[in-house]
């Protein structure tokens, strides 16, 4: 069964403070994993996808990585405004459009 | 550009009651997928309709249905409502069949509590 897990299940930050969140997955074959990020009460907002190992993308404060078994995503100096719960999902083969989510991390950055 | 929209955007029901959730796709997306927030935890894939055809279906009974019309829009039926139907329902809509580039575009969701 493919899974998904990111961790830590909650991250609070100080303003400017940088770090990880992590995801991990076991799949039987990747054909992508996304990061999306949600504010409370509202649909997700799609950030980044990687298909490939060593593959990296970047959005302003954010930077997103993959290996073979998970993917960081980094934030460098961030401010309150990227307070929010950031989730990652996985697109197997031959699952179409569908995504597996993980639980997400929720993020809190104190000014 | 208009982006995916829900309606309505809360409701109230009782156990066995049934409802119909609405979406609008984004503009020249032709594929619709559901999925099942739960409070606390990522989204849950319930279906993907393509071209008014089901394509796909995840781990949610029979009485979990949808629609898909022919200007893409879709709507999510769930029959003898239970305590732990409550949740975000989102709608999410892509272009073609696999979704190449991998972008889900979500809408706002609706917020379903069943009493």
């Known amino acids: 069964e493919d899974q998904v897990t990111q961790s830590p299940e909650a991250l609070r930050l100080q303003e400017g403070e940088s770090s990880s969140l992590n995801c991990s997955y076991t799949?039987?074959?990747?054909?992508?994993l996304f990061w999306y990020r949600q504010d409370p009460g509202k649909g997700p907002e799609f950030l980044f996808t990687?298909?490939?190992a060593g593959e990296e993308k970047e959005k302003e404060r954010l930077k997103a990585t993959l290996t073979k078994k998970e993917s960081f995503l980094h934030i460098t100096a961030p401010k309150p405004e990227d307070s929010a719960t950031y989730l990652c999902?996985?697109?197997?083969?031959?699952?179409?459009?569908?995504?597996?989510f993980g639980k997400g991390i929720t993020l809190s950055v104190r000014p | 550009e208009t982006g995916v929209t829900q309606s309505p955007t809360h409701l109230i029901k009782t156990r066995g009651q049934q409802v119909t959730l609405r979406c609008s796709s984004q503009?020249?997306?032709?594929?619709v997928s559901w999925y099942q927030q739960a409070l606390g935890q990522g989204p849950q894939f319930i279906f993907q309709?393509?071209?008014?055809?089901?394509?796909g279906r995840g781990n949610f009974p029979p009485r979990f249905s949808g629609l898909q019309f022919p200007n893409y829009s879709s709507e999510l039926n769930v029959n003898a409502l239970e305590l732990d139907d409550s949740a975000l329902y989102l709608c999410?809509?892509?272009?073609?069949?696999?979704?190449?580039?991998?972008?889900?575009?979500f809408g706002e969701g609706s917020r379903l509590t069943v009493l």
């Open positions: 999410a809509s892509s272009l073609g069949l696999a979704g190449h580039t991998g972008e889900l575009f």
């Open positions: 799949v039987s074959g990747l054909r992508g």
């Open positions: 990687l298909y490939s």
């Open positions: 999902a996985v697109r197997v083969t031959g699952a179409n459009s569908k995504l597996t």
């Open positions: 503009s020249g997306h032709n594929t």
């Open positions: 309709y393509y071209r008014e055809e089901e394509n």
